[in-house]
Every structure is written in C-alpha cells, then in structure tokens.
C-alpha cells in the first residue's frame, strides 16, 4: 500500500476501472489557486450525483432567508468581525443534513482551520450514532508548481463577448490580444496579476498549513499531480479517492 504522503500518479500505477455503485463519500478537495479544484468538483458532482458544499453558498443562504445563524453572522459583518469558526460550523452541519448529502458531498472553502476540521469529524461521528459507523472526510491536494500556478493565472486572457478563455503561456489566440471566434479584444481580470496571486498563496498556506496534517496524521490524505490534462487529474482524483476509502474502512 503507497504511504498517505505520496503522490498518486497513473502514468506509474495501474488505472483501476470505475467500481459499479462506488460512492466516493465525504470529499475535501484541496489545492492553490488555479489547481483547477473547482472544475474536478463540477466533474466529481457529475459523476458520482453528489453535491458541492460552499461556506460561501451557504453563509448566503442563511442571511438571504434570515436565519437565526443568518441573523447572527449579520450582526457580526455589520460590525466588521469575521464570522467565528462556531457559527461556521453550525451552518455547515444543518447543510450536511440534507438528504441530498447522503452518499457523499464536496467540500468547498471548509474546513479552513484545524478547528473546524476537529468539529466536523466529531459533528460526522456523532451524527452516525457510534463512531465506527461514521463516514470520514478524505482529502485530496491537487499539487501544481508555485510557477506553473503563476502562469495559469497571470496568463488567462478572456474574451468578453464568447467568454473564451485563452492563456498566453499554454494555449494563446492565434494573434496577441485577439479572440480567434469572434476577433474580440481580450481582456485580463483584475483578479488575475502576480500580486494578487501572491496574496491569495500566502492566504492558502496560512488556512491550509493546520488542516493538512491533520488529515495526513490519520491516513486520510493524499496528493495528485495536478500540472496535467483535465481528464487526467480526475482519473488520479478517481483512484486516489478508491484508495482512501479502501483504507479508512479497511
């Protein structure tokens, strides 16, 4: 069996058919910004008929319906404090609830801190009536170079009418600056420069640093590389996620 800290790679392991009737569980998908993790989750979701679960979604939900928890997390905002891990955590618990969850789900932007990834093993073992029977997280790295992550988004390009997106690096227009579909002006987002990337990787580390290990400590971690085609990563994601659940219930 491949230790919990290597990379699954299926150019160097067999790729192992789809199991009929597999169902991938509770799934947190980590990576940097750019990895492509939200593309693996619409494709994940797609596959498997399970959903993606957002702190960002569901934080809206609440203060769009007037929630109790909606209520609360507003009379913070409004007052310039972050909502609390506490609060956070409520609300993803009452989202896990639903019957929609049952089989499994993908976790998107939670948990961030070792302290909400310590209340949503005990909400989860809890919620199963006796922790033998619970249904763990396991988490997935999806690992692109610091540079190549740099080039994936200092490069994108967009046209504004098609929505086309181009990169300059990998996969530029046949002329600089012009959408071959429709000879549109490309345009770069103002989201996408190299200090705002470096921002939001100081941003990953320091939100991602505690949670990590704390997978990787009970065998329920494992990294992909991510610096290869689309289809490819999701057969890693595949099997790696066959191997974590093999492992956690074996």
């Given at each position: ?165 181009y990169n300059i690096y990998s996969n530029p227009p046949k002329v600089a600056g012009i959408c071959d579909t429709d000879g549109s002006v490309l345009e770069q987002r103002k989201d996408d420069t190299e200090e705002i990337f470096e921002e939001r990787m100081r941003e990953f580390h320091t ?44």
């Amino acid at each position: 069996m491949a230790s919990v800290s290597e990379t699954v790679d299926l150019d160097s392991t067999s790729k192992a058919q789809v199991e009929d009737g597999f169902q991938p569980g509770p799934v947190l998908l980590l990576g940097a910004p750019g990895v492509g993790k939200g593309t693996q989750a619409k494709i994940l979701m797609g596959k498997f008929g399970i959903p993606q679960i957002s702190t960002g979604d569901i934080l809206r939900d609440h203060r769009a319906r007037h929630t109790q928890l909606g209520l609360a997390a507003d009379e913070l905002m409004s007052k310039g404090q972050l909502v609390p891990d506490d609060l956070v955590n409520q609300m993803v618990e009452v989202r896990l609830a639903g019957t929609d969850c049952a089989t499994g789900y993908i976790l998107d932007g939670y948990p961030r801190t070792l302290a909400q990834a310590n209340a949503l093993d005990s909400f989860l073992q809890s919620d199963a009536g006796e922790p033998e029977n619970a249904t763990p997280v396991v988490a997935i790295s999806i690992m692109v170079d610091q540079e190549g992550l740099l080039k994936r988004i200092t490069g994108r390009r967009l046209c504004a009418q098609c929505k086309h997106i181009y990169n300059i690096y990998s996969n530029p227009p046949k002329v600089a600056g012009i959408c071959d579909t429709d000879g549109s002006v490309l345009e770069q987002r103002k989201d996408d420069t190299e200090e705002i990337f470096e921002e939001r990787m100081r941003e990953f580390h320091t939100l991602t640093a505690p949670v990590i290990p704390h997978y990787r400590a009970q065998g329920r971690f494992l990294e992909i590389n991510g610096d290869r085609s689309v289809g490819e990563v999701t057969e890693s994601i595949e099997e790696a996620l066959r191997m974590l659940r093999a492992r956690v219930t074996g």
